[in-house]
């Protein structure tokens, strides 16, 4: 689930790329209409003018609807997709993997990622800063990793959590 560009409604996205919207979120069409996606839809991000979005694939495919932009989508890869995050102007997103590599299109500049240093954690979520200059990762363990200007305010590694970190949110 994801705020319109607006903040004015939202739009919710089932596993099978189904894309429903609410408020004054427009709808601009999803999987089950073209045919299927390659993977489980794992994100929605309307984008900056209103009348378009992405939606992001487990297998790391990008479909853009209405006037949604398409930057690009990462070589396919063994390793699943949990999270997306555009950046604030709309400009282009971010693609993190569950081994928490992070890859950039558009506007979008990649600043770094935990690749390599999540051991058996998983990274689960990613979320921009309000100016686009940097992000947060975070893990299915409560880690959280800044990159760019987003300052490390902390996170769960270490706390006892009853289930997993699924997603974050941020601005």
Known sequence: MVPSS???????????????????????????????CAGAAVAVMPDASGNGYWLITSTGSVYAFGDARY???????????????????????????ADGQVTGFGDAVAHGDPAGALGGDRATAIFSTADGAGYWVATAAGAVYAYGDAPPDG?????????????????
Do not use: Q
């Not at 996170?155 to 601005?171: D, F, K, T, Y």
């Open 71 to 97: 930057f690009g989508a990462p070589p396919v890869r063994s390793v699943s997709v949990t999270s997306a995050v555009r950046t604030p102007d709309g400009g282009g997103y971010w693609i993190l993997f």
């Open 155 to 171: 996170g769960m590694a270490g706390a006892h959590l009853n289930a997993p970190i699924i997603a974050a949110s941020g601005w």
């Open 6 to 36: 607006d903040g004015a409604g939202y739009f919710m996205v089932a596993a099978d790329g189904g894309v429903f919207a609410f408020g004054d979120a427009r709808f601009a069409g999803s999987c089950p209409g073209i045919g299927g």
